[in-house]
Structures are given as structure tokens and as C-alpha cells.
């Protein structure tokens, strides 16, 4: 069984940056589609980035686009979402994701199979 843990959250004033790490244990994330997703207060959960499983592709939402950048290390069984440019309306807790089957495109509809529980980014001046 695939487990996942974000860790990275925090405060940070606007403008400034931050880096979520997604550490992997009990099987492996390569081949693996993986995807970041954020929920804030009273609104649906959201996909913000992923990365394919296989031809290892991007996918963002127009949100984020050019200020997030998702990546994946597979020998360190970790995937990471670095956020720069954070503004007010990137306050979320956000999630990492993980597809069970191998070598899927990504997508940032909430279609995985396995969660993280979460790590609070909170942007505040």
C-alpha cells in the first residue's frame, strides 16, 4: 500500500515562495502519475499541477501556470511542487495524489487512488 506525506507547508508573505515536498513509502512512485491538488475553505478541492507516469509531461492549472513547477525525483521515491510568486488566493491545504495503475497520462481531476493528509499553506503579509 502506497502512502503518502506532504511536508513544506507554512507561512510566507506575498510574493514569496515555497517548496512541498511529497515523501513516498510502501511501494514505489515511478511510473507513477502524481498530482497536487489544494482545497481551500468552503471550495471544492482543485488539482494545481501534475506529472505523468511515464513520459513524465506537466499539466497546470491556468492558475498556477508559470509560477508552480512540479517535479519528481523516482530514486528518492519523492515528489515535490515548487510554488514561487504566492498570493493570497493560494492559501489551501494542499495534497499530493498518486495513481495506482502505471504509465497513465496525469490529470488534475481528483482521479487518484492514493492521498497525502495534507500541509497548510497559509499567505499573509
Known amino acids: 500500500q502506497l502512502q503518502l506525506v506532504e511536508s513544506g507547508g507554512g507561512l510566507v508573505q506575498p510574493g514569496g515562495s515555497l517548496r512541498l515536498s511529497c515523501a513516498a513509502s510502501g511501494n514505489t512512485l515511478t511510473y507513477r502519475s502524481i498530482g497536487w491538488f489544494r482545497q481551500a475553505p468552503g471550495k471544492e478541492r482543485e488539482g494545481v499541477a501534475c506529472?505523468?507516469?511515464?513520459?513524465?509531461?506537466?499539466n497546470y492549472a491556468d492558475s498556477v501556470k508559470g509560477r508552480f513547477t512540479i517535479s519528481r525525483d523516482n530514486a528518492k521515491n519523492m515528489a515535490y511542487l515548487q510554488m514561487n510568486s504566492l498570493a493570497p488566493e493560494d492559501i489551501a491545504v494542499y495534497y499530493c495524489a498518486a495513481d495506482r495503475r502505471p504509465l497513465r497520462l496525469c490529470v488534475l481531476s481528483p482521479e487518484y487512488d492514493y492521498w497525502g493528509q495534507g500541509t497548510q499553506v497559509t499567505v499573509s503579509s
Open positions: 506529472i505523468s507516469g511515464g513520459d513524465g509531461s506537466t
